[in-house]
């Protein structure tokens, strides 16, 4: 078993195929992954990419065979093109089943679901691309919100765009996609001050400042606040303090200077793969 970067903002398992196994239709288990199978030969249920569940016979590595392993895969091999060397994604699942995809198609989707997410033109919207993540991904909405701050965090600024209606100019409002990511990890509370308030709605109120106004809604360039503070950085003499990666640090309102609480301090830099043989 070896460890690698993720391409993708997720963790996550991947078993490598061998020609000799692909075309007996097995998939063999390494050893590292024991732990994650039953210990007695029996029927397990395996879901495919598309949702659909198959019933596979497979082997314990105390059995015969001296291998621990699934049968039956010939279709499933030949149906997604399996190749020597190519890497299946390999999830336990929570109702004791288990997903079988192969990585290219994986990787596919991830990334297309979450370039919806991104692009989504409301929550009805970001929500179901949320959910389809989740199924995908076979993570938690938590999981997956900090993986996009993650992924997000790390594309270039660019100028924030400007809008002309009817000779009258708007800058571009921040995407639902970012609004949902900056709601759950900060849970509507000031990066300056900490505080919030719940409105009739039951939700935290909460602003979202551009500390460059110029620049574009970049997570780097945000800021959940206040109303109070929003207005410090609207009316007060300021001065901002960042540190070598662009994030804000502290801000100066007049003769006070306050910390920035920034969440990307407690995710992951990068997510890895297991590669397992």
Same mark, same amino acid.
């Given at each position: 078993? /070896?460890?690698?970067?993720?391409?993708?903002?997720?963790?996550?398992?991947?078993?490598?195929?061998?020609?000799?196994?692909?075309?007996?239709?097995?998939?063999?288990?390494?050893?590292?992954?024991?732990?994650? %199978?039953?210990?007695?030969?029996?029927?397990?249920?395996?879901?495919?990419?598309?949702?659909?569940?198959? *019933?596979?016979?497979?082997?314990?590595?105390?059995?015969?065979?001296?291998?621990?392993?699934?049968?039956?895969?010939?279709? %499933?091999?030949?149906?997604?093109?399996?190749?020597?060397?190519?890497?299946?994604?390999?999830?336990?699942?929570?109702?004791?089943?288990?997903?079988?995809?192969?990585?290219?198609?994986?990787?596919?989707?991830?990334?297309?679901?979450?370039?919806?997410?991104?692009?989504?033109?409301?929550?009805?919207?970001?929500?179901?691309?949320?959910?389809?993540? /989740?199924?995908? *991904?076979?993570?938690?909405?938590?999981?997956?919100?900090?993986?996009?701050?993650?992924?997000?965090?790390?594309?270039?600024?660019?100028?924030?765009?400007?809008?002309?209606?009817?000779?009258?100019?708007?800058?571009?409002?921040?995407?639902?996609?970012?609004?949902?990511?900056?709601?759950?990890?900060?849970?509507?509370?000031?990066?300056?001050?900490?505080?919030?308030?719940?409105?009739?709605?039951?939700?935290?109120?909460?602003?979202?400042?551009?500390?460059?106004?110029?620049?574009?809604?970049?997570?780097?360039?945000?800021?959940?606040?206040?109303?109070?503070?929003?207005?410090?950085? *609207?009316?007060?003499?300021?001065?901002?303090?960042?540190?070598?990666?662009?994030?804000?640090? /502290?801000?100066?309102?007049?003769?006070?200077? %306050?910390?920035? %609480?920034?969440?990307?301090?407690?995710?992951?830099?990068?997510?890895?793969?297991?590669?397992?043989?």
């Amino acid at each position: 078993m /070896k460890k690698e970067y993720s391409k993708i903002p997720f963790d996550y398992i991947t078993v490598k195929t061998t020609k000799s196994r692909i075309e007996k239709g097995l998939l063999a288990i390494p050893v590292s992954l024991i732990d994650m %199978f039953p210990i007695n030969s029996k029927k397990i249920y395996l879901i495919n990419e598309n949702g659909e569940e198959e *019933t596979k016979i497979f082997t314990p590595y105390n059995s015969s065979s001296r291998e621990c392993r699934i049968g039956g895969l010939k279709d %499933f091999y030949q149906k997604n093109q399996i190749n020597d060397g190519d890497e299946l994604v390999i999830q336990l699942l929570d109702d004791g089943k288990y997903k079988l995809i192969s990585e290219n198609v994986f990787k596919k989707h991830v990334l297309n679901f979450e370039e919806k997410f991104e692009t989504s033109d409301n929550k009805i919207e970001a929500d179901r691309q949320i959910e389809i993540i /989740k199924r995908i *991904t076979n993570s938690s909405k938590e999981y997956i919100l900090r993986s996009e701050f993650v992924r997000l965090a790390n594309k270039e600024i660019l100028e924030r765009k400007i809008d002309e209606i009817q000779q009258v100019k708007s800058r571009e409002k921040v995407p639902i996609s970012l609004r949902i990511i900056l709601l759950n990890l900060y849970h509507g509370k000031c990066q300056i001050s900490g505080f919030t308030f719940t409105m009739k709605n039951g939700k935290p109120y909460f602003d979202i400042h551009h500390i460059d106004p110029l620049k574009g809604n970049h997570l780097k360039n945000l800021l959940v606040v206040s109303p109070n503070v929003h207005a410090q950085f *609207t009316f007060a003499n300021s001065e901002h303090y960042f540190d070598d990666e662009g994030w804000l640090r /502290k801000v100066k309102f007049n003769e006070d200077t %306050f910390s920035v %609480f920034q969440i990307n301090d407690d995710l992951p830099k990068f997510f890895e793969k297991e590669i397992h043989y």
